[in-house]
């Protein structure tokens, strides 16, 4: 397999980045968590980038697919593109039966990662790792309501 050598698609990222073998398998291996959409993160900024569609499950297969893809010039694209503002990113974690779960600044549910990934469009812990965490969850008061 290899690895794929692409520019991260979030506009305040913007830099070239290397998304490893083994992330793009577990990816296409966890589709049936993210909606059928294989989703890696930006190791830089932590947002999340679709694979294509078109994306083989086989691993010879894939293999074959992402030695054409890096030879294509193609990009990946970016989930939708959300702000980086507090209520997105994990304030939060906690283990349960082995899973690492994380909780949205926002508060509510504690997700699994690759659920959290496609609600927020952020790798939680790619964010964790980065330093790129609330600092306490999000409220929503009359003083930070738009009016």
């Given at each position: 397999m290899k690895d794929i050598v692409t520019i991260c698609g979030n506009p305040g990222c913007d830099k070239d980045i290397t998304i490893p073998q083994a992330k793009i398998k577990r990816a296409v291996m966890r589709r049936k968590y993210t909606n059928g959409t294989a989703?890696?993160?930006?190791?830089?900024?932590?947002?999340v980038l679709l694979l294509p569609?078109?994306?083989p499950t086989k691993p010879d297969m894939l293999?074959?697919?992402l030695v054409e893809f890096a030879e294509s010039g193609n990009y990946l694209d970016c989930i939708q593109f959300l702000d980086l503002a507090d209520e997105y990113l994990p304030a939060g974690?906690?283990?349960?039966?082995?899973?690492t779960m994380y909780?949205?600044?926002?508060?509510?549910?504690?997700?699994?990662?690759y659920k959290y990934m496609d609600r927020y469009g952020i790798d939680p812990e790619t964010a964790y790792n980065l330093g790129k965490?609330?600092?306490?969850?999000?409220?929503?008061?009359?003083?930070?309501?738009?009016?």
């Open positions: 989703l890696v993160a930006c190791p830089l900024c932590a947002h569609d078109d994306i293999d074959e697919y974690m906690k283990i349960k039966a082995g899973t909780r949205s600044g926002a508060g509510g549910e504690y997700m699994d990662k965490v609330a600092k306490t969850p999000f409220k929503i008061t009359s003083a930070n309501i738009m009016k």
